[in-house]
């Protein structure tokens, strides 16, 4: 690695954790960055995942604040560790032609759910409205899928979460951010053990782009709370938009 592929990573990162931090969708930025340094597909993605996990870990530290009790988040972190195991070894076993394909339609989906989060809330029942069991399996199934989402892809994690999860949450949309954000965490920390053991993982990379998610997560995390809900919602789908159109353009061309 040369001088200019390590300031690549090095942007990159930043860049990545804070839109981690913020909307989701930083591995946009890292992925095709560790593309460009040389690196194959599937050890690109690989090593991203495992680089912005620290990233995550920051911005769970910048909004702690907004975190709800821990024994409320406790339950939610086996589903998170089981979906993320799953979406892991289905990368690492299968093409991913298919999944590619794919990926794109569920960006845009979750997008739509949060653009349209009230008229669905209407169709589907509010929140508060449905019984704690529904709440709880509800809860739980959106965790479920964007854990294996994360496992296998990871990138617009963050937007997929903040959907599914203000659908079915009666909180702010900071709170639900900063939920993203902790799960975000466990799942970057399963495919940090996984691709550790199993996934072919350039570390050098690793050592340049994990140090500067940091600071970009942190700093992400602290502007995200300053932001009112319905600027942070926009950026969010903006964000999530350009991110499925971007996969979709990528995946067909």
């Known amino acids: 690695m040369d001088l200019s592929h390590a300031a690549l990573l090095l942007a990159a990162g930043l ?14 930025i890292t992925f095709p960055a560790l593309i460009a340094v040389g690196l194959p597909p ?23 604040g907004d975190l709800p009790p821990a024994r409320r ?16 070894l289905v990368l690492l076993a299968t093409p991913a032609r298919a999944f590619e394909l794919v990926v794109p339609f569920l960006v845009l989906g979750a997008t739509a759910v949060l653009a349209f989060q009230d008229p669905l ?29 994360g496992g296998y892809f990871g990138a617009a994690l963050g937007v ?11 909180a702010t949309l900071a709170r639900v951010t900063a939920i993203k954000n902790l799960l ?3 799942v970057g920390l399963t495919t940090v053990a996984v691709f550790a053991l199993v996934g072919p993982v350039n570390w050098a990379a690793v050592a340049v782009v994990a140090p500067a998610t940091v600071v970009g997560g942190y700093a ?22 350009v991110i499925g159109l971007y996969l979709l353009w990528r995946a067909l061309r």
């Open 160 to 170: 997929m979460l903040v959907a599914g999860l203000a659908l079915v949450l009666d």
């Open 220 to 241: 992400g995390a602290r502007l995200v709370r300053r932001l009112p809900s319905v600027m942070l919602k926009t950026l969010i789908v903006v964000f999530g938009t």
């Open 184 to 186: 975000s965490a466990v």
């Open 121 to 149: 809330r209407r169709l589907v029942g509010h929140p508060r409205d449905l019984s704690p069991r529904r709440r709880t399996v509800t809860v739980q199934a959106m965790v479920g899928l964007g854990a294996v989402y």
């Open 42 to 64: 599937v050890p690109a993605n690989v090593t991203n995942s495992v680089s912005v996990c620290p990233g995550y870990l920051a911005s769970v530290a910048g909004s702690r």
């Open 73 to 88: 988040l406790a339950v939610l972190v086996p589903t998170t560790v089981i979906g993320t195991m799953i979406g892991c």
């Open 15 to 28: 860049a990545a954790g804070t839109v981690n931090a913020v909307a989701g969708g930083g591995s946009l």
